[in-house]
């Protein structure tokens, strides 16, 4: 990653990554291509630690590791790693300034009987900011990667607010998910995240620990080599039938060749030669959105990029961004066919929410002119294509395809937009009083990079959409026959736990 793109922090749990063999480990490593690695302290295990320092040329930095305040610099961008809060309140006047300070100390605690959350290690760290330079970002790995909050404390009287995210492991129902930070000068992070069961030969489509082993066994050591295996070679190996060798050899081919693998031969919507796609793609604050404040489209046609973004936004007026939007592609588009990546699950169902709640005058428009279309739904949940992402989330996908975010756009992911949109609305009332406070909510946002996020998020989808339209259709050597004659397939591509 460039220096002004920011630094990539990659946080692990040993015991996430304890059954990692060597050739897994690597892929990982540069999978992810960290500037340096955070061996968080739970489950802290010195042998995996020792096989991270074999495996990785950077640093290594254990939060088991010796008591001590340790500055690392990568990237051009500042980590002081510290292995007890209590340290940071002893720092040297001296010491050098930081744009993040890591310490496992820092973690909310609650009192069960005045219900109040307190933040553990709060004083120690505002102790450090009185005589740091600036307001660095506090990374803990007490916490999950999915952890994002402001905490305002009073230390001595003075009140300070406190940045502080989460770099642990995200734990899910199967695998952990490993989390990369990337980090730039400002303290703004994006996190993306991989299970730590896809690498290696695990990544391949429904390859767990034994069909690993055996693939192994008999040769096939790499993804490369399962891709160029013959379909009847596999089919020899026990427990690998007609379904899972296609499987296996499509999965491998799309990993090991960053390809689009296309099952079948059914046109990619919208089909229409008249039609032109239009990209589309929402930013909100969250899930189960209460506004929507940003719109972005791309018209490859007139290669032009344009958006609609409310900067003052407000539960009070949550359609004003919608009502720019669905006015101008009025104007602009008779009948537009829109694209969006899972946009049956979530774009298409909250736009046409608000076009009814907020711009109603256009919703005959929307429901009888605008057709709207899905290539994952196309792609995986129809199962006419296997993707080469180790995830089917758009920006592994289009990571895998060569698209390269860079610059402010690198250090945003959605969830944390949409955390910062939230905390905008709820303090909204405070917001608009005549006080200037600098630390305001709204002072955590940069619009100017929230837009080029939501444009490269868009002009990757326009991107991964031509690689598929582009892939040609995979002929195999000879189909799994029910039967009735029809053909049996699979697929273990991810779903909507992916969003």
Not at 49 to 68: I, Y
Not at 111 to 132: F, K, M, N, P, Q
Not at 207 to 228: F, H, I, K, S
Not at 346 to 359: G, I, K, P, Q
Request: aromatic fraction near 8%.
């Amino acid at each position: 990653m460039a220096d002004e793109d920011g630094a990539e922090l990659l946080a692990l749990r040993c015991d996430a990554v304890s059954d990692l063999g060597e050739t897994a480990l690597r892929d990982l490593l540069e999978y992810f291509d960290p500037d340096l690695v955070y061996v968080v302290r739970e489950s802290s295990d010195v042998r995996v630690l020792s096989r991270l320092r074999r495996s990785f040329d950077g640093p290594v930095v254990a939060a088991s590791g010796p008591a001590d305040v340790r500055t690392e610099t990568v990237a051009g961008v500042s980590f002081v790693f510290a292995g007890s809060a209590a340290l940071l309140a002893d720092a040297r006047d001296d010491a050098p300034p930081a744009d993040f300070v890591v310490c496992d100390d820092i973690e909310p605690t609650t009192d069960a009987v005045a219900l109040e959350a307190t933040l553990a290690g709060s004083e120690s760290i505002a102790s450090y900011y009185a005589r740091a330079s600036g307001s660095p970002t506090v990374l803990t790995g007490a916490l999950e990667a999915s952890y994002d909050h402001v905490w305002d404390v009073t230390v001595d009287g003075r009140p300070v607010r406190l940045p502080v995210r989460g770099v642990a492991p995200l734990r899910r129902s199967g695998a952990a998910e490993l989390a990369c930070l990337t980090c730039d000068r400002h303290g703004s992070v994006a996190v993306s995240s991989v299970p730590a069961d896809r690498f290696g030969l695990r990544a391949l489509a429904g390859v767990g620990p034994t069909t690993a082993a055996r693939l192994r066994e008999n040769g096939y050591n790499t993804r490369a080599a399962v891709a160029e295996a013959a379909e009847a070679d596999l089919r020899s190996l026990p427990g690998i039938g007609t379904a899972t060798a296609r499987e296996l050899i499509q999965s491998a081919g799309a990993l090991a060749g960053s390809e689009v693998i296309r099952r079948t031969d059914e046109p990619v919507p919208p089909a229409s030669e008249t039609a032109t796609p239009l990209f589309v793609d929402i930013e909100t604050d969250g899930l189960q959105p209460t506004i929507i404040w940003l719109v972005g489209v791309y018209d490859p046609a007139r290669d032009e990029y344009v958006d609609f973004v409310d900067t003052d936004p407000s539960r009070d007026e949550p359609g004003a961004a919608t009502r720019e939007f669905v006015s101008w592609l009025a104007a602009e588009y008779d009948a537009p066919s829109l694209v969006a990546w899972n946009g049956h699950s979530f774009d298409y169902e909250h736009l046409e929410r608000f076009v009814a709640s907020h711009v109603p005058e256009y919703h005959d428009f929307w429901r009888e002119h605008v057709s709207t279309y899905d290539p994952y739904d196309w792609a995986v949940r129809r199962e006419n294509a296997v993707l080469p992402g180790r995830t089917n989330r758009l920006e592994d996908v289009a990571e895998a395809l060569g698209c390269d975010r860079t610059g402010a756009a690198a250090a945003l992911d959605g969830k944390t937009l949409a955390e910062r949109i939230r905390r905008l609305l709820e303090s909204s009332s405070s917001r608009r009083s005549d006080t200037d406070d600098s630390t305001e909510p709204s002072s955590e946002i940069d619009w100017e990079a929230a837009r080029r996020y939501c444009e490269a998020d868009v002009r990757e989808l326009a991107a991964v959409y031509d690689a598929i339209r582009a892939a040609p259709p995979e002929r195999a050597e000879t189909a799994a026959e029910n039967g009735d004659g029809s053909t049996t397939d699979s697929t273990t591509q991810t779903g909507l736990a992916d969003f």
